[in-house]
């Protein structure tokens, strides 16, 4: 059996049965603690787990990692609810989505929780950490799901695992889409905030490993994922179980209907406030990898035309500097990602004469040589037209901040998945748009799903610091995301992913992935309109791009 943590590697023979924690005692240098889950031949379980002696690799993860970020996380949520649930038995609490650096959550009905809830909570919390209490998994078998008869557990009516691990917690059993920590005492920061009708839990997380980062309210952002969840209510699709009844019936395309009208009719919206502000000239639209920029850009230009407007579009990567003034990253390699990787002189320069109504040659990057190009013919920007500029920096107040703020727009758009597999388990949004990379990649960029999974981590540190931090500037926000789309990836990626070699170092993710697609009914692609903007991932889009 070989043993890996961090830059640790043991090799031994084992003889018996040893739990996570025995091995840990054993064969591991680490504090008392510090680890807080295992990937045991790629299945991620509990340290409190017995580990047969056939197997042949174990991997043990820290906060440091994001699969021992997100067990914290998920440990902590467990704790809360089961000191909701002992507190006040004949309500529950719903983890809504992701807010911050935490999560949001509410109350189902606030008649039966008293005013000062959250303290009863927090000191009930505190009591189970000093208890020590043991988070213990007992297995079931999908039958056995039926029999009990809980609606937390009818999503995994469809996985195909015959052992499903579900935790007693305080005679309240519950399954989570991560292992837990072994016991209540790995927990030992949380802060419960009240916001709006609920709170916000807030944990230690990967970027803040030894305090609680601070919370800040983002008004607009939460604006914009309640009216996503109201939307989800309105459409009777809040669960992954509410899809899962669709698939493979009439109500499937229903489904993929009404998702596709409400993107059309929001973009439509945005477009008719861009075309009743008259001073406006850019528009500027930013959002994380994968949201779906290109495709939006071009509906939106399309109501624009509407509107008696003529778009014209910009890329801000053709505004990189030289190659050789690229900025450095930690590890000494080019990151493009930086704010100063924009030739910020050029761009101000070539904004500032279309406002003017003056002709500029427009650049165009080639990546391969590393230097800008120029159009040998002039671009001008007459009075019913409008400059659409896409790319990662559109929102920060420091691009283009020569440029008279009335003349510009700024829409923030993202894959802000609103679908829980139950009351407590959230759909992640950037696994969300993870997929969609990730077959687009294959698609079209010649990059199989091993290679993006390498590479997602260095992406979602460049969002994290370059574009989650200016989401509250925009001035509009759009959510890209189509509920129905993880049954349609579910059908075409699993199979890709169960075939990554076991030896990978990316295996582990792969099978948390495959073991989430797994949960989900397939949705056919056939129904899927052309200008969907799923389809840029897909390959069946009617736009050029």
């Keep these: ?15 018996t049965a040893l739990s996570g924690n025995e091995l840990i005692k054993g064969y591991i240098a680490a504090d008392e603690k510090e680890i807080l889950c295992m990937a045991c031949d790629n299945e991620i379980q509990s340290l409190n787990n017995m580990v047969s002696p056939d197997t042949k690799n174990c991997i043990f993860y820290d906060i440091s990692h994001p699969l021992g970020a997100e067990c914290l996380a998920v440990s902590t949520t467990a704790l809360m609810l089961m000191s909701a649930e002992e507190l006040f038995p004949e309500t529950r609490i719903s983890v809504e989505h992701s807010f911050g650096k935490g999560f949001y959550c509410e109350p189902l009905d606030t008649n039966i929780i ?46 195909p695992k015959q052992n499903l691990r579900i935790y007693e917690l305080q ?53 914009i994922i309640r009216e996503s969840e109201e939307r989800g209510e309105m459409l009777e699709i809040k669960t992954v179980n509410d899809l899962n009844k669709r698939g493979g019936t009439p109500k499937e395309a229903e489904a993929i209907q009404l998702y596709e009208a409400l993107h059309e009719k929001k973009i439509a919206e945005i477009a008719d406030v861009i075309a009743h502000r008259k001073k ?11 949201s779906g920029k290109t495709t939006f850009m071009k509906r939106l230009s399309l109501q624009l035309r509407i509107n008696g407007l003529k778009p014209k579009h910009l890329s801000l990567d053709n505004y990189f500097v030289e190659r050789h003034q690229t900025p450095l990253d930690q590890k000494g390699e080019l990151d493009f990602e930086h704010f100063e990787a924009i030739d910020h002189e050029l761009l101000n320069d070539h904004l500032t004469k279309l406002m003017n109504g003056q002709g500029v040659h427009l650049p165009k990057f080639q990546f391969t040589e590393g230097k800008k190009l120029y159009d040998e013919k002039e671009t001008t920007l007459r009075e019913d037209e409008i400059l659409i500029l896409e790319g990662i920096h559109g929102l920060n107040p420091n691009l283009a901040k020569p440029i008279p703020e009335q003349t510009k727009f700024r829409i923030y758009i993202s894959a802000l998945t609103q679908l829980n597999y139950n009351l407590y388990n959230r759909v992640s949004t950037s696994d969300t748009r993870l997929l969609r990379r990730m077959y687009r990649d294959l698609q079209f960029r010649g990059h ?98």
């Design 1 to 15: 059996m070989n043993l890996s943590y961090k830059n640790q590697s043991i090799s031994f023979e084992p003889t």
């Design 280 to 290: 406006l000239r850019f528009v500027f639209i930013a959002g994380p990898s994968a």
């Design 171 to 223: 005679n309240f059993p519950h399954w989570f889409i991560s292992a837990l920590v072994p016991s209540a005492s790995y927990i030992n920061k949380f802060k419960l905030t009240p916001y709006k009708r609920g709170f916000v839990l807030n944990f230690p997380t990967q970027d803040s490993p030894n305090e609680i980062p601070s919370f800040k309210p983002s008004p607009n952002l939460f604006s």
């Design 114 to 159: 008293p005013p000062g809830y959250l303290e009863l909570i927090k000191s009930k919390m505190h009591e189970f950490v000093q208890s020590d209490f043991q988070f213990k998994e007992r297995k079931l078998l999908p039958s056995d799901i039926k029999e009990l008869g809980y609606n937390r557990f009818r999503v995994l009516e469809n996985s």
């Design 448 to 545: 199989s799903p091993e290679q993006t999974l390498k590479r997602w981590p260095s992406v979602r540190r460049g969002e994290n610091k370059w574009i989650f931090p200016f989401q509250e500037n925009a001035d509009i926000y759009f959510n890209s995301a189509l509920e129905y789309e993880w049954p349609v990836f579910s059908g075409i990626l699993l199979k890709e992913l169960r075939a990554i070699h076991n030896n990978s170092p990316i295996k582990v993710e792969a099978e948390r992935l495959s073991c989430l697609m797994e949960l989900f009914i397939p949705f056919s692609t056939k129904y899927i309109p052309p200008t969907s903007l799923v389809q840029e991932f897909l390959g069946g889009s009617s736009f050029v791009y």
